[in-house]
């Protein structure tokens, strides 16, 4: 699930020497409010709508014009992850992905990104998730799926991240494919470990907006 799998090709970069009313045209075409900027193949920014509206100059250069979002990119064989998190830190809903010499490649749009991930947690089959804070030196998912398989549950997938508040642990968030969680939830408990939160679907499918809600909150976005 790297990041150049998901780049989007409807989405095209405006050069320096384009001009604000064809960036505006392009905009409404593809409905987007934001576009990349290039240069000779170097990634410069992104330029908002409301700015080319405060401008109100059809004829004026895209190089006129400062970019926003300088550091809203990351490498292209970076996990769809990165993606999300730097959309997050930039308050943008596209990123530009570049390759290691730096050279533009092309963006990943949030909903894209979003989609992926949670194709990639199972999240849209029937289930459960649990996030647990778990010390590294005593991770072991074999030993944890061992525990959680006892009460007859398997785990659909699995993904980590450290913890923000404490460099020796990691949130560890398991999909798993039964939606009950008490008996699972008591017996890692039993087993010592620290569950931080949970998402149960108990009435069959949800809609898209609550997967991608409860997604985001799983990744605190």
Same mark, same amino acid.
């Given at each position: 699930?790297?990041?150049?799998?998901?780049?989007?090709?409807?989405?095209?970069?405006?050069?320096?020497?384009?001009?604000?009313?064809?960036?505006?045209?392009?905009?409404?075409?593809?409905?987007?409010?934001?576009?990349?900027?290039? /240069?000779?193949?170097?990634?410069?920014?992104?330029?908002?709508?409301?700015?080319?509206?405060?401008?109100?100059?059809?004829?004026?250069?895209?190089?006129?014009?400062?970019?926003?979002? $300088?550091?809203?990119?990351?490498?292209?064989?970076?996990?769809?992850?990165?993606?999300?998190?730097?959309?997050?830190?930039?308050?943008?809903?596209?990123?530009?992905?570049?390759?290691?010499?730096?050279?533009?490649?092309?963006?990943?749009?949030?909903?894209?990104?979003?989609?992926?991930?949670? /194709?990639?947690?199972?999240?849209?089959? $029937?289930?459960?998730?649990?996030?647990?804070?778990?010390?590294?030196?005593?991770?072991?998912?074999?030993?944890?799926?061992?525990?959680?398989?006892?009460?007859?549950?398997?785990?659909?997938?699995?993904?980590?991240?450290?913890?923000?508040? #404490?460099?020796?642990?990691?949130?560890?968030?398991?999909?798993?494919?039964?939606?009950?969680?008490?008996?699972?939830?008591?017996?890692?408990?039993?087993?010592?470990?620290?569950?931080? /939160?949970?998402? $149960?679907?108990?009435?069959?499918?949800?809609?898209?907006?609550?997967?991608?809600?409860?997604?985001?909150?799983?990744? #605190?976005?």
């Amino acid at each position: 699930m790297h990041a150049y799998e998901y780049i989007n090709n409807l989405i095209p970069p405006l050069k320096l020497s384009d001009k604000t009313g064809m960036a505006l045209a392009w905009m409404e075409e593809i409905r987007t409010d934001v576009l990349p900027v290039i /240069d000779k193949g170097i990634f410069l920014g992104f330029i908002k709508e409301e700015r080319i509206f405060e401008i109100n100059n059809p004829d004026t250069l895209i190089g006129e014009i400062e970019p926003e979002n $300088q550091n809203c990119w990351v490498f292209s064989d970076k996990h769809i992850y990165d993606v999300l998190r730097v959309s997050s830190e930039q308050h943008s809903n596209i990123v530009a992905v570049l390759d290691r010499e730096l050279n533009y490649l092309g963006i990943v749009t949030m909903e894209d990104s979003i989609a992926a991930f949670a /194709d990639s947690l199972s999240i849209k089959s $029937q289930g459960s998730v649990l996030i647990l804070s778990i010390s590294m030196t005593d991770y072991s998912l074999a030993e944890i799926a061992r525990i959680i398989e006892s009460e007859n549950t398997k785990v659909l997938s699995s993904f980590i991240t450290t913890d923000p508040l #404490d460099d020796s642990k990691i949130k560890l968030t398991l999909k798993l494919d039964q939606p009950e969680l008490r008996h699972i939830k008591a017996t890692l408990e039993r087993f010592g470990y620290k569950i931080i /939160d949970h998402y $149960q679907e108990e009435s069959g499918v949800s809609s898209e907006e609550d997967r991608i809600g409860n997604l985001l909150r799983f990744l #605190d976005i």
